[in-house]
Structures are given as C-alpha cells and as structure tokens.
C-alpha cells in the first residue's frame, strides 16, 4: 500500500490586486519580484526553511508554496503539524511581503492529485482555510502612505531618483528592489527566452513602443485564466488510477509548461525587432499555473491574445494525448482586455480586466477559448466574444480598420444619437460613403459581432 503523505499548500489571496497597489510600474515589479523569490522556491531552501520537502507533484506558480510531509498516524497530528508548518511559511512570506493576505489548505492522501480532488480543492472553494492577514496599524494617526495611499506610512526613503516620500512597509520593499533580485521572476524568464535584455522603466516607455499611427500614451493589460482544469484534473484522479504518480506530475508541470510557452510565443509574435531594438514589449507581472497578467502596448493587445490563446490549446492537446487517460476534457483559455491610457491607476485597470475575463468565461462555460474587452476611452461595455467569431471575421475587421478614421468615427456617432433609426442611418452614411459592403457582416440580425461592437474593436485592432 502506498504510504500516506501530507500535503500543504500556502498561497497569497487576491494577488492581481495586490500587485495592483502602486500604480508606478516599479512598485509592482518590485512586488512581482519578492513574490517570485518568496514563493519559487528550490527543495533545498523548503527543507531548511519550513522542515518540509518541495511538492514537485504540483506545477511552478507565482504566489503558492507547495510542500509535503510524511503523514503523522493520527488526523489531530496531521493537523497540528499542518498548522506548525503553514505558521513558519506565513512569517517567511510576512516578512517579503508586508500587506499581502495568505491562506493555508492541506489534506492527507496518496497522491496530490486525489488530495486536491477529495479534499484541497472543496476546502479551498468553501472558504475552509487558515488565513494569515496582513497586521492593522496601531497608529491611527500616522501619515498616509505616499505611493499606495492604502496603509500607514512608516518611514520617508530616498528613492535615488530625487525623490524622498513616505512609505508604508510594503512600499518600501516594493521601491527598494533592486534588479537583481529579478533573477526568479516571469518577466526575466520571458527576457532571456524573447533575448531582450532592456525593459521599459515605466508604463510610458511601454506605450511609446506603439505604433507610428497611435499616440503611443495607451497600453492593453491583459489577464487570461485557463478553462476546464478544475474538471480535467478531477477526472485525472478519478480515470488515471493506472497511471504513476511521477507521470501525474509530469502532466502537471506540462500544462504549467504550456502557460509559459504559448506566452513566450505570443510575445515573440507581436515583437518588432527593428523598432523594439533590444526592448521587452510585453510585461508579464504574474504567472501562475494557468493564469497570466500582463500589459502591452495597446496595438498589440489584439495579435497578442489571438496568438496566446492559440497556442495555449494547441500545447495543452499535446499534454492531454500524451496522458492518454479517456474521458479528459479539452482545455482552452480565456482573456480579459482593458485599453487605457498609461495614466489611469492600475488597480481600476485590474478589476476590469479581472471583470472582462468572468465575463468571458461565463460565455463558454469553460468549453472553448474567449475573450471580453473595455476601451476606457470608449467608454461603454461590449458583449464577450468566442475567439472563433474574432478569427471568422478577421478579413471583415481588417477592412472595418482599414476606413478612414473620420469615417469609422461618423458610423460610431450615427449609431450613438440616432438609436431608433440608427439602422437607417448608418446606411444612408455608408452610401454616401461607398462602402456599404465593409459593414454588412456587421448588420446582419443574428451577427456574432455586431457594428457598435466591430467599431470599438477595430480601434486597437491590428
Ligand atoms: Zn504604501
């Protein structure tokens, strides 16, 4: 009988939002940063840390430490060496990381996967955590923090470029990281794949790698989120009794191997090395085990998210042949876009992009890829979008794009003012334009995407 083994996992809570604190580009790189080498921890380091061996049943991701133990005899033990060990994690993650919230979960079981499935994840869905939140102030009165006006400012801090505010403590560990603690972080693994070795310095620099035909001031931020793994990995523990726990874990880190790669080869795909130089056009500010955060600049949010999505699916089919277990359902992803000016505060920025993908994922209840977007300037919500409808009317969208601005413009106004007749209207324009046929396959009763919607696309569309 294989032996019983403890399994403990210890996360941060809500970390997009965390991340999102500080609107300076080098206050969340500063985050990402200590997040990466609080977490992506070496076997070596969790063994003299915490007492407990690394989880390699579990794949790599931002912001979750995965540990196992032996599994004391009793269910009371179990627990109290559980509670022992997530204590001494909490502090290691409270000392890098001041004003995150983390959560503890474990379970006893033969392998992780079963751990997951009979006891992780429904603990982890009911709330059924041990929490370690972050300390409230005994100081009522202290100054306000100066770069994320969320906590109590404790110190003011030379920041080397002139400036000297007060900080809170989780902003003074954002703005005193220095580049080479970057060494663990998604964002320099993806430097060294795309081999470029400079980075913008703030969100600016990135939306001035626009294209010649923006303003170059607006970037895309992008949060995609997989589908179906909750289902895929329950039927692995429930179909895959046959299989080794060593060939569970390869499966495991594959589809967390897929993340990585299909952002790598969407990143390299929206590259324009002659105008890039050696810059990152894509900054990637998490990744988890199917998740990713990022911002680019806004031209090529939409190239972008096609291609990830692409490639997600087609590397996560290659996982599932290889499991070879029946009954695993086809995993896709799903990808929230927000446009915005590179000035608006990026936490507004993550709740919408955090917004647009549920909305995604509500459309395709997890069967197949999607996407949902807001243009901050636009200013109004659009309906999620099945990738297919984007890939079946890209011609029709490249011609929409392809008008004058002034004349997408006018077919924009015609449809905001003259709503009843809007219809009408638009048509009318559109004669006197001479270019009814661009707008057809927008007008149809039944159009998966109809004008209002082709026109905000078209926009950013590239
Ligand atoms: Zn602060």
Not at 382 to 389: E, G, K, S, W, Y
Request: charged share 30%; proline share 5%; hydrophobic share 40%.
């Amino acid at each position: 009988m294989t032996r019983k083994k403890l399994y403990l996992d210890v996360s941060g809570v809500r970390i997009q939002s965390y991340l999102s604190r500080t609107t300076h580009l080098r206050g969340r790189r500063g985050a990402s940063a200590a997040l990466a080498e609080a977490t992506r921890l070496e076997d070596q380091e969790i063994r003299r840390l915490f007492g407990a061996s690394l989880n390699t049943e579990a794949g790599e991701a931002d912001g979750v430490v995965n540990l196992v133990l032996d599994a004391p005899d009793s269910e009371e033990e179990a627990d109290r060496l559980a509670r022992d060990t997530a204590g001494r994690v909490f502090r290691h993650l409270r000392a890098r990381l001041p004003a995150a919230e983390f959560q503890a979960v474990w379970a006893v079981d033969t392998s992780y996967l079963d751990a997951h499935r009979t006891t992780i994840g429904p603990r982890l869905r009911e709330g059924d955590v041990l929490s370690d939140l972050p300390p409230v102030s005994e100081l009522p009165y202290a100054r306000i923090c100066e770069r994320c006006h969320l906590d109590p400012a404790r110190d003011r801090v030379h920041l080397g470029d002139g400036e000297r505010p007060y900080l809170c403590p989780d902003c003074m560990m954002r703005f005193a990281h220095r580049t080479r603690e970057d060494a663990r972080t998604a964002e320099y693994e993806l430097q060294k794949r795309l081999g470029t070795p400079a980075r913008p310095k703030e969100l600016p620099e990135l939306a001035a790698l626009g294209g010649k035909d923006t303003d170059r001031n607006h970037v895309a931020t992008v949060f995609v989120d997989g589908n179906a793994f909750g289902h895929f990995f329950e039927k692995l523990a429930h179909h895959g009794r046959r299989l080794s726990a060593e060939s569970k874990a390869r499966i495991s880190r594959g589809l967390n191997q897929a993340t990585r790669d299909a952002l790598a080869e969407a990143a390299a795909a929206v590259r324009r090395p002659e105008e890039d130089g050696d810059m990152l056009c894509v900054i990637p500010y998490l990744v988890g085990g199917d998740d990713v955060l990022l911002s680019l600049p806004a031209d090529r949010a939409w190239p972008f998210v096609r291609h990830y999505l692409r490639s997600f699916t087609e590397r996560t089919k290659a996982v599932r042949a290889e499991a070879d277990v029946p009954g695993l359902p086809p995993l896709s992803a799903s990808a929230g876009l927000v446009f915005a000016h590179h000035k608006l505060p990026f936490h507004l920025v993550v709740e919408d992009a955090a917004s647009c993908l549920a909305a995604a994922k509500r459309l395709v209840h997890g069967k197949k890829e999607s996407v949902a977007f807001y243009d901050h300037t636009a200013g109004h919500p659009t309906h999620a979008l099945c990738l297919a409808d984007l890939e079946e009317h890209q011609s029709d969208l490249d011609a929409l794009t392809a008008l004058p601005e002034s004349g997408r413009h006018a077919l924009a106004a015609h449809l905001r003012h003259q709503a009843p007749h809007a219809a009408a209207a638009t048509e009318a324009h559109l004669d006197r334009l001479g270019r009814r046929d661009v707008v057809e396959p927008f007008l149809a009763d039944q159009a998966p995407i109809g004008l209002q919607q082709a026109l905000d696309i078209a926009r950013w569309w590239r």
